[in-house]
Each structure stands twice: as structure tokens, then as C-alpha cells.
């Protein structure tokens, strides 16, 4: 069983930065594409970024684009999340997952768990 562990959050000042990781067990994961969601308090759980399994492709949504990187260490098992130039509105808890893409955005894989996430607080 694949289980995502995610580390890094924290509270951080507008206009600072983060850098989230996302360890997975499991021998798959260089498999996946990767992805990251996350859920603001009263909101639903939305996608942030994701890469594909070689790391060639990346994709952001339109509210990060310019300021998020993903990465990704297959020999780790790691993707990263470099979070730039932060924003109140990027407050949440940030969870990571293997992505399947749905249209024009991406969902967690259904064969893969949510991990407990990591809390990421900007204040203005």
C-alpha cells in the first residue's frame, strides 16, 4: 500500500517562501504522475500542481502559475514543492497524491490514499 507522507508547511509571512516535500513508500511511485491539492478552511480540496512521471511535464493552476514549482526525485521517492512569492489566499493544509488529469485539471489517482498533509499559513 502506497502511503504519501508530506513535510515541510509552516507559517511564513506574505511574499515568503516554502518548500514542501512529499515522501511515498511503495515501489511504484516513479510510475506516477504527482500531484499536489490543497484545501483551505471552509473549501473544498483543490489541485495546485502537478508532474508527470518522467518530471518533463509540469502543470499549475492559473492561481500559482509563476510562483509554485514542482519537482520530483524518483530515486527518492520524493516530490517537492517550492512555494515562492506566498500569498494569504495560499493558506491551507497541502496534500500530495498520485494525479490522473481530467480535462483541464487533475484529481488524486483512486488507487492512492490521502496522507495526513501539511499546514501552510501566510499571514499578511
Known amino acids: 500500500q502506497v502511503q504519501p507522507v508530506e513535510s515541510g508547511g509552516g507559517l511564513v509571512q506574505a511574499g515568503g517562501s516554502l518548500r514542501l516535500s512529499c515522501a511515498a513508500s511503495?515501489?511504484?511511485?516513479?510510475?506516477?504522475?504527482m500531484a499536489w491539492f490543497r484545501q483551505a478552511p471552509g473549501k473544498e480540496r483543490e489541485f495546485v500542481t502537478s508532474?508527470?512521471?518522467?518530471?518533463?511535464?509540469?502543470y499549475y493552476a492559473d492561481s500559482v502559475k509563476g510562483r509554485f514549482t514542482i519537482s520530483r526525485d524518483n530515486a527518492k521517492n520524493t516530490v517537492y514543492l517550492q512555494m515562492n512569492s506566498l500569498k494569504p489566499e495560499d493558506t491551507a493544509v497541502y496534500y500530495c497524491a498520485a494525479g490522473v488529469r481530467n480535462g483541464r485539471t487533475w484529481e488524486k489517482h483512486p488507487n492512492w490514499p490521502w496522507g495526513q498533509g501539511t499546514q501552510v499559513t501566510v499571514s499578511s
Open positions: 511503495g515501489r511504484t511511485f516513479s510510475s506516477y504522475a
Open positions: 508532474i508527470s512521471w518522467s518530471g518533463i511535464s509540469t
